[in-house]
């Protein structure tokens, strides 16, 4: 069952942790991915979103002094749903301007909305993964074997090993289809800061301080922003 319902779905978390530091996760709960293993649109957009080389979305975050640090992900749960977050270690300064962050993202979730991905960039994609899959580092067999068997479940044997890496089919509709579920009404959106004091709630297993609210206009529209920055 999707834990992600309509109740925490659209939400603002702020969460107090133990040790130093100052994250923003963005996360959005989509529908499964599983069918898609050949084309993988989510995988395709978070090499995107997870640039940081000239002109990417961290580039600019660090230009204003507002993050650090920035990666993008997702996580398939079986068949139920897929988590994709954005993950951003801020500033001092950039914790003070979640605004302007939740901008930044919405100007560059809208940039690739309006000029999409292009085949040149699928193929660069395409190639890192294809060269991650061959130069694999050994990992933890144990690990490798679950992975395996939850493998074998959910795609075809001949892809077992591989699925992980798979970026055979462009199909620019589907990649923009996926691109415009990256929104509010999907979002929950973050803020673990050790900074905090006085949060109104605990966590009943860890004691964990947190509070929980609805996202208001202003969050919402940076997440939407339409405006340049």
């Known amino acids: 069952e999707n834990p992600f319902d309509n109740n925490i779905l659209g939400s ?44 990417s979305l961290l580039s600019y975050l660090r230009s204003k002094n507002l993050a650090f640090e920035l990666s993008s992900g997702l996580h398939q749960y079986a068949d139920i749903f897929t988590k994709f977050e954005i993950i951003i270690q801020m500033t001092e300064l950039g914790e003070s301007k979640i605004n302007n962050i939740l901008t930044a993202v919405g100007y560059t979730l809208n940039l690739l909305k309006n000029k ?23 990992s933890d067999p144990l690990s490798k074997s679950l992975l395996l068997a939850n493998n ?31 929104n509010p009404e999907n979002a929950l959106i973050l803020h673990l800061s050790d900074s905090f004091d006085n949060l109104s709630k605990t966590e009943p297993i860890y004691g964990t301080f947190y509070d929980i609210r609805k996202l208001n206009e202003v969050e919402i529209n940076s997440i939407k922003c339409l405006e340049d920055i």
Do not use: C
């Open 12 to 55: 603002f978390i702020k969460l107090k942790t133990i040790r130093k530091e100052r994250k923003l996760k963005i996360m959005f709960s989509l529908p499964t991915t599983n069918e898609l293993f050949m084309s993988n649109p989510l995988k395709l957009i978070s090499h995107v979103l997870g640039h940081e080389g000239e002109g």
């Open 152 to 182: 074998l479940a959910d795609y075809p044997v001949e892809h077992v090993l591989d699925t992980q890496y798979l970026l055979e089919e462009y199909d620019i509709k589907l990649i923009n289809e996926w691109i415009y579920k990256l």
């Open 116 to 138: 999409g991905i292009s085949k040149e960039l699928f193929n660069e994609v395409h190639t890192i993964l294809k060269s991650k899959f061959q130069f694999q580092e050994k």
